[in-house]
């Protein structure tokens, strides 16, 4: 979630299918079918569940198609490639026409638009994504510590640096400096860094929390992220 693409931030998780197309996609929540789209790149095959009571959508990507318990659905995508143009189509639908229930199979699993089997998955509402490894049915056991880079302190009084990070041990970072630091007024810390969870990706850092001398003077957790 939130990992720095080439030229955007890859908003939603992707899990791995293992090169096997066809596992069965289910609905996270009760809602309805709010749109679908077919490109021959980018999210290839994906649809959008609406949920009315959390007033979020779930975006189900590269899938092999609509295949499910939701009746009409997979016809419908056949009669818009059919009329439709080559390149694929956009369409969205009225509430009414595909209602869904909590774990529902709504589609299967595949390799559209990506070339790569898996299933991606974005949550999201009208001005944020949020995390999906953040809800609780998704949470995984983490026993990787996240790596961190560098660090950027910035003062009110002009000071400005970059302290790169020396790694102690996996899970403590230090960065030393030759002169005294005089820091007043507003101070800003940024901190570089990246978690490889349970992949070999370099994801975001998603909590924060800095201590001085056991001390703890600030703490952050980021589940979400605005457009």
Sequence with gaps: ?????????????????????????????????????????????????????????????????????????????????????????????????????PKEKIARSGETGSGISHLHLELFDIKEYFNPLSFINYKQEDKNPPVIQSIFIDSDNGFSKTFPTVGINKTTYSFTNSEEIKLSGKIKFKVAGFDRISSRNQNN????????????????GFKRMTF
């Design 1 to 101: 979630f939130a990992e720095f693409r080439n030229s955007h931030l890859h908003m939603g998780c992707d899990y791995k299918t293992y090169g096997i197309n066809g596992f069965p996609v289910l609905s996270v929540y009760d809602g309805n079918i709010a749109s679908m789209s077919y490109s021959n790149n980018g999210y290839g095959l994906s649809i959008n569940l609406f949920s009315p009571s959390l007033k979020i959508f779930a975006k189900y990507a590269h899938l092999n198609d609509l295949k499910g318990d939701i009746t009409g659905l997979e016809e419908l995508k056949t009669a818009l490639l059919l009329l439709g143009k080559p390149e694929g189509f956009q369409v969205k639908l009225k509430p009414e026409y595909f209602k869904v229930k």
């Design 205 to 220: 850092v998603y909590s924060i929390r800095l201590k001085i001398n056991d001390l703890i003077v600030f703490e952050r």
